[in-house]
């Protein structure tokens, strides 16, 4: 029902750096929790990295942190995904998803309503 904007996905090296972003053109993300999740072909769907509408919380999965930053930028209503020393195992397609005034306690899919088309990010030498 609500729309968002994933953009920022590509083809890069391992160890390069992309930034995701995700906007909402016809609302404004300030009282949504917001998520990123990825698919890879043949694989479930996995919580990247969450983040909760005042940004005091985030979380990330074992397998980005420390390498992976999510921000909210409320000015520009869009929330980053900062993804630096990318892996070929990070090759999927990244989803933003929100909930109003969700109360995040963790990053799972089915706490999120509203999701947007998806970006490719493919990780390659």
């Known amino acids: 029902q609500l729309q968002l904007a994933e953009s920022g996905g590509g083809m890069v090296q391992p160890g390069g750096s992309l930034r995701l972003s995700c906007a909402a053109p016809g609302f404004t993300l300030d009282r949504y929790a917001v998520g990123w999740f990825r698919q890879a072909p043949g694989k479930e769907r996995e919580g990247v990295s969450c983040i909760s509408s005042s940004s005091s919380r985030t979380y990330y999965g074992d397998s980005v942190k420390d390498r992976f930053r999510i921000s909210r930028d409320n000015a520009k209503n869009t929330v980053y995904l900062q993804m630096n020393s990318l892996k070929p195992e990070d090759t999927a397609v990244y989803y933003c998803?929100?909930?109003?005034?969700?109360?995040?306690?963790?990053?799972?899919?089915?706490?999120?309503?509203?999701w947007g088309q998806g970006t490719q990010v493919t990780v390659s030498s």
């Open positions: 998803a929100v909930e109003l005034d969700l109360l995040l306690r963790r990053c799972v899919s089915s706490d999120f309503g509203s």
